[in-house]
C-alpha cells in the first residue's frame, strides 16, 4: 500500500521561502514519477513540478526559478523548496506518485497526499 504524507505548509511573507516535504511509504519502485500539484481556493488544481526516476525535472512557467524539486531515494523522500513566495503562491499543496514508468509526459498519478497548507501573506 502506497502512503504519500506532505509537511512543512505554513504562513510566510511574500518574498520569503519554505520547504515542503512528502514522505512516499510502501513498495519501493524504481520507476516513477512524482509530482507536486496546488489548488487555491475557486481554482483548478495545477501542476507545479515533476521528477521522473530518471532525474528530469520540469516545472510550471510561473514557479520556475523559483521553486525546485529534489528527493532523497535513501529516506523515500521528495522535497518543494520555494523560494520568492508571492501571494498567488497560496494554495493547498499535494504530492502524487505514479509508478511503473520513468517519465512524467502524460502521466496520471494514482497516488495522492493529503495536502498542507501554503499561506503567502504580508
Known amino acids: 500500500q502506497v502512503r504519500l504524507v506532505e509537511s512543512g505548509g505554513d504562513v510566510a511573507q511574500p518574498g520569503g521561502s519554505l520547504r515542503l516535504s512528502c514522505e512516499i511509504s510502501g513498495p519501493h519502485y524504481t520507476r516513477y514519477c512524482l509530482g507536486w500539484f496546488r489548488q487555491a481556493p475557486g481554482k483548478e488544481r495545477e501542476r507545479v513540478g515533476v521528477?521522473?526516476?530518471?532525474?528530469?525535472?520540469s516545472y510550471l512557467e510561473s514557479v520556475q526559478g523559483r521553486f525546485t524539486i529534489s528527493q532523497d531515494n535513501y529516506k523515500n523522500m521528495i522535497y518543494l523548496s520555494m523560494t520568492s513566495l508571492k501571494p498567488e503562491d497560496t494554495a493547498m499543496y499535494y504530492c502524487a506518485a505514479v509508478f511503473s514508468r520513468n517519465y512524467c509526459s502524460g502521466a496520471n498519478f494514482d497516488y495522492w497526499g493529503q495536502g498542507t497548507q501554503v499561506t503567502v501573506s504580508s
Open positions: 521528477v521522473d526516476s530518471r532525474g528530469t525535472n
